[in-house]
Nanobody, 123 residues
Framework: QVRLVESGGGLVQPGDSLELSCEAS????????MGWFRQAPGKEREVVAT????????YYDDSVKGRFTISKDRAKATGHLQMTMLNPDDTAVYYC????????????????WGQGTQVTVSS
């Protein structure tokens, strides 16, 4: 059973930084692509950033480019999303996902998902 557990969400003020973590079980993580997605109430789940299995290629949605950084540690089976300059539009549940030959912006293309962690940006 593949399990992904996100952590690090919380309530922050505009302009603050926050780091999300994704811990994966087993040996799957090291050979799978990883992505971060987010979903706000009443909205479709959307891509935030993706990274290939070897960490050599990344993709960022235009809304977070220059503010967020995606990374993965294959040895520790852990992924991260470093978020800076947060604004209220970043408020959403953030999900970690992995899959073989994924690295796309479409949630349907990703095989395994975590339970999500809430990020709220408010004054």
């Amino acid at each position: 059973q593949v399990r992904l557990v996100e952590s690090g969400g919380g309530l922050v003020q505009p302009g603050d930084s926050l780091e999300l973590s994704c811990e994966a079980s087993g040996r799957t993580f090291s050979s799978y692509d990883m992505g971060w997605f987010r979903q706000a109430p009443g909205k479709e789940r959307e891509v935030v950033a993706t990274i290939t299995w070897d960490g050599r290629n990344t993709y960022y949605d235009d809304s977070v480019k220059g503010r967020f950084t995606i990374s993965k540690d294959r040895a520790k089976a852990t992924g991260h999303l470093q978020m800076t300059m947060l604004n209220p539009d970043d408020t959403a549940v953030y999900y970690c996902a992995i899959g073989p030959h994924a690295s796309t912006s479409e949630p349907i293309d990703w095989r395994f998902w975590g339970q999500g962690t809430q990020v709220t940006v408010s004054s």
